[in-house]
C-alpha cells in the first residue's frame, strides 16, 4: 500500500523561500499523478501543483505559477514542492497525494494522502 509522507514545512518570513518533500513509500511515483493541495481552516483543499512523473507533465494553478517549482529526484521515491517568494496568503497545510495515471484538481479523486505539513508565513 502506497504511503506519503510531506516534511519541510515550518515558520518562515514573508519573501523567504521554503522547499517540501513527499517522501513515498510501498511503491514509486512512477505510474501515478501527484498532485500538491494546501488547505487553509475552512476551506478546501487546493490544488497548487502536479506532476505525471514518467511523462515529465507539470502544471502549477493560476496563482501560483511563477513561484512553485516541483522537483524529483532520480530514484523516483520523493517529489518536492519549491516556493519562492512566500506571503502570508501561502500559510496552509500543505498535503501531496497521488491518484493513477493523469491529475485532477478534485481531491476526492485521489487516493492516498499524507499527513500534511505546515506553513506559516509571518508578515
Known amino acids: 500500500q502506497v504511503q506519503l509522507v510531506e516534511s519541510g514545512g515550518g515558520l518562515v518570513q514573508a519573501g523567504e523561500s521554503l522547499t517540501l518533500s513527499c517522501a513515498v513509500t510501498?511503491?514509486?511515483?512512477?505510474?501515478?499523478?501527484t498532485g500538491w493541495f494546501r488547505q487553509t481552516p475552512g476551506q478546501a483543499r487546493e490544488l497548487v501543483a502536479a506532476?505525471?512523473?514518467?511523462?515529465?507533465?507539470?502544471c502549477y494553478a493560476d496563482s501560483v505559477q511563477e513561484r512553485f517549482h516541483i522537483g524529483r529526484d532520480t530514484t523516483k521515491t520523493t517529489g518536492y514542492l519549491q516556493i519562492n517568494s512566500l506571503n502570508p496568503e501561502d500559510s496552509a497545510v500543505y498535503y501531496c497525494?497521488?491518484?493513477?495515471?493523469?491529475?485532477?484538481?478534485?481531491?476526492?479523486?485521489?487516493?492516498?494522502w499524507g499527513q500534511g505539513t505546515q506553513v506559516t508565513v509571518s508578515s
Open positions: 497525494a497521488v491518484r493513477p495515471w493523469f491529475w485532477r484538481s478534485n481531491p476526492g479523486e485521489y487516493d492516498s
Open positions: 510501498g511503491d514509486t511515483f512512477s505510474t501515478y499523478a
Open positions: 506532476f505525471k512523473w514518467n511523462a515529465g507533465n507539470v
